[in-house]
Antibody, heavy 120, light 109 residues
Framework: QVQLVQSRADLQKPGASVRVSCRSS????????INWVRQAPGQGLEWIGW????????NYAQSLQDRVTITTDTSTSTAYMELRSLKSDDTAIYYC?????????????WGQGTLLTVSS | EIVLTQSPATLSLSPGERVTLSCRAS??????LAWYQHKPGQSPRLLIF???YRATGIPARFSGSGSGTDFSLTISSLEPEDFAIYYC???????????FGPGTKVDIK
């Protein structure tokens, strides 16, 4: 069965960087894109960015594109989301989610979420 | 950038009632729209993709409709497990980007 398993919760100081991982199993990793989505406390869902796992192409939300990088390691079917220059506003649950297909809408499988807390 | 607006922000309903949630886009998105259900402590769950297609395993009481700028999600008869927050999401093809609406909370009256 398809599974996306994320790294555990993390606590970082303002100004630091963090890398969250998302290990996929149960399907061919390079056949589906991976997205990252976050939810700050009391807020809605915010799309962070996407990676084409076949060729490594990426797109990011304008609000975060200067601070975020999404990469993959196809040998381990793992996607990574690095966020730099952390602020308290980056405190959120971060999710990875799989594209349902290349030419359609919807993310069909989601990781369990990783709580990132940014605090001094 | 395309902005999604959802209405109402909150609904208080009883099990068995029919509910229709609205999602409006600031410009046409064709049928590149999805709906999600999100419960506290859980990951979001895809309900509808491409505006009107139910995702795998989604009960038939959930239906989606619309195209262009106006979309709706209907739950024909609310079950106790349906009380949650519902988000719409649009996809822009080039560049490939996504936007979520602010959500509609459906809670128990």
């Amino acid at each position: 069965q398809v599974q996306l398993v994320q790294s555990r919760a993390d606590l970082q100081k303002p100004g630091a960087s963090v890398r969250v991982s998302c290990r996929s199993s149960g399907y061919t990793f390079t056949s589906y894109g991976i997205n990252w989505v976050r939810q700050a406390p009391g807020q809605g869902l915010e799309w962070i960015g996407w990676i084409n796992t076949y060729n490594g192409n990426t797109n990011y939300a304008q609000s975060l594109q200067d601070r975020v990088t999404i990469t993959t390691d196809t040998s381990t079917s793992t996607a990574y989301m690095e966020l730099r220059s952390l602020k308290s506003d980056d405190t959120a649950i971060y999710y990875c989610a799989r594209d349902r297909c290349a030419a359609c809408s919807g993310f069909d499988y989601w990781g369990q979420g990783t709580l990132l807390t940014v605090s001094s | 950038e395309i902005v999604l607006t959802q209405s109402p922000a909150t609904l208080s309903l009883s099990p068995g009632e029919r509910v229709t949630l609205s999602c409006r886009a600031s410009q046409s998105v064709g049928t590149s729209l999805a709906w999600y259900q999100h419960k506290p402590g859980q990951s979001p769950r895809l309900l509808i993709f491409d505006a009107s297609y139910r995702a795998t395993g989604i009960p038939a009481r959930f239906s989606g409709s619309g195209s262009g700028t106006d979309f709706s999600l209907t739950i024909s008869s609310l079950e106790p497990e349906d009380f949650a927050i519902y988000y719409c999401q649009q996809r822009t093809n080039w560049p490939r980007t996504f936007t979520f609406g602010p959500g509609t909370k459906v809670d128990i009256k």
